[in-house]
Structure formats: structure tokens, C-alpha cells
């Protein structure tokens, strides 16, 4: 099994703490809020929905050509603001990867804002499986629209 690796970094006006909140701690319930034609809701299957061990299904929204996947924390540390998790399972996955492992992590800039970065990393099925470099970005341009509705979102709702 081979992994690809690709790193993004965004950076935002919004203060760390606050994007931290809503990317990380708050997605569950705020991404359907403001996106549901990309993710319906979330489920919990184990855990606390944010502890390492949590397991959840996110359903897609109408917008999406994928159904559903299972999303398993690896890892949370609000105080560092990182966050690993994985997709292990579902139509996503597009039967070429075993697993997708992101790892984020929300970095303050002296100007008040952050720099979110997002370490993904594929790991590709056995032999004669690969994903291709479109499949890729259409992957890192999905989750730029997500993060940049979740700022447009924290930029008019203020007090959130």
C-alpha cells in the first residue's frame, strides 16, 4: 500500500481560537447548519464526538456524489488546536484507498488571524490501485469552499 501526501495551508482574518471552535469542536453541527447541501448531519456511532476513539458517519448532502463515510478521531488537543482524524470507510473512498488521515492544526498570526494547515494523506490500496492528481485536487477545492464558508460565516455571525 503507497500513501500520497499533500500539505495546504489557508490562512484567515478570523482569530485562532474562534476558527478552532468551528472547524474542530463545533463542525458537527455547524457545517449542516451552513452547508447542507454538502453534509446532511452527522451521526455519532462511539464516543463523545470529539475524543480520540470517536467514531461518527457523515451523510452527504444532495450536492455531493458520495453517500456517507466513517470518520474515526485520532486525535484532539484544543489547547495546541490540532485535530487527526480518518475516513476509513465509504463510497468516498472510491475503492482505490484504504484510508484518509488528515491532520489539522490552526496556527495564530501576529496580525490576530491564523493560518490553518492540513496535512492529507492518501493511503492507496494495494497494488494496481492509484488516485489521480484530479481526484486530489477536486478533494483539497472541496475543503477550501468549506473553510472559506465557515469564515464567511464567522465573519457575519460576530459573536459566535
Do not use: Q, W
Not at 452527522?42 to 464516543?47: K, Q, R, T
Not at 453517500?67 to 465509504?90: C, P, Q, W
Not at 489539522?104 to 490501485?129: F, L, M, Q, W
Request: glycine share 8%; charged share 25%.
Amino acid at each position: 500500500m503507497g500513501a500520497i501526501t499533500y500539505d495546504m495551508e489557508i490562512p484567515s482574518s478570523v482569530p485562532a481560537s474562534k476558527m478552532f471552535k468551528a472547524i474542530v469542536l463545533d463542525a458537527d453541527t455547524l457545517i449542516p447548519k451552513i452547508m447542507p447541501h454538502a453534509i446532511k448531519n452527522v451521526e455519532i456511532l462511539e464516543g463523545d464526538g470529539t475524543c480520540a476513539g470517536t467514531v461518527k458517519i457523515i451523510h452527504f448532502g444532495e450536492g455531493s456524489k458520495f453517500k456517507s463515510v466513517k470518520h474515526r478521531v485520532d486525535a484532539l488537543d484544543a489547547e495546541n488546536m490540532t485535530h487527526s482524524y480518518s475516513i476509513i470507510e465509504g463510497d468516498a473512498l472510491m475503492g482505490v484507498v484504504e484510508s484518509i488521515t488528515y491532520h489539522i492544526k490552526i496556527v495564530p498570526t501576529e496580525d490576530g488571524g491564523c493560518i490553518c494547515k492540513n496535512r492529507s494523506i492518501y493511503n492507496v490500496k494495494g497494488d494496481g490501485h492509484e488516485i489521480t492528481e484530479d481526484k486530489i485536487k477536486e478533494g483539497k477545492e472541496k475543503a477550501m469552499t468549506m473553510f472559506k464558508a465557515i469564515e464567511a460565516h464567522l465573519h457575519s455571525n460576530p459573536d459566535y
